[in-house]
Nanobody
Framework: QVQLVESGGGLVQAGDSLRLSCAAS????????VGWFRQAPGKERESVAA????????YYADSVKGRFTISRDNAKTTVFLQMNSVKPEDTAVYYC????????????????????WGQGTQVTVSS
């Protein structure tokens, strides 16, 4: 089992920056691929970013590419999502998710690829 706890959400203005954290406990975190997802009211949950076990490979949705950065600190068992130049359309509940990966370079994008989920943290961007 892996337990994930997100933090860092809040109310910000368009153009501001925000850093989300996903703290993991349980199994050896360095063996897990991690992704960030978000769900806006009335919309389906969507992939935002993902990072491989080793941290060398990443994925970003087109909507956040160039503005968001995913990173991980395996020693601190934490994954971060740095959100810069946020927009009102970034408003959503943000979730982190993890899945065991036998390969260090694998990045997974799909919701169904992940089997451990956090409870989410709300991000609201005002215009």
């Amino acid at each position: 089992q892996v337990q994930l706890v997100e933090s860092g959400g809040g109310l910000v203005q368009a153009g501001d920056s925000l850093r989300l954290s996903c703290a993991a406990s349980g199994r050896t975190f360095a063996n897990y691929t991690v992704g960030w997802f978000r769900q806006a009211p009335g919309k389906e949950r969507e992939s935002v970013a993902a990072i491989s076990r080793s941290g060398t490979n990443t994925y970003y949705a087109d909507s956040v590419k160039g503005r968001f950065t995913i990173s991980r600190d395996n020693a601190k068992t934490t994954v971060f999502l740095q959100m810069n130049s946020v927009k009102p359309e970034d408003t959503a509940v943000y979730y982190c998710a993890a899945v065991f990966s036998p390969f260090a370079a694998t990045v997974r994008r799909g919701l169904s690829d992940y089997n451990y989920w956090g409870q989410g943290t709300q991000v609201t961007v005002s215009s």
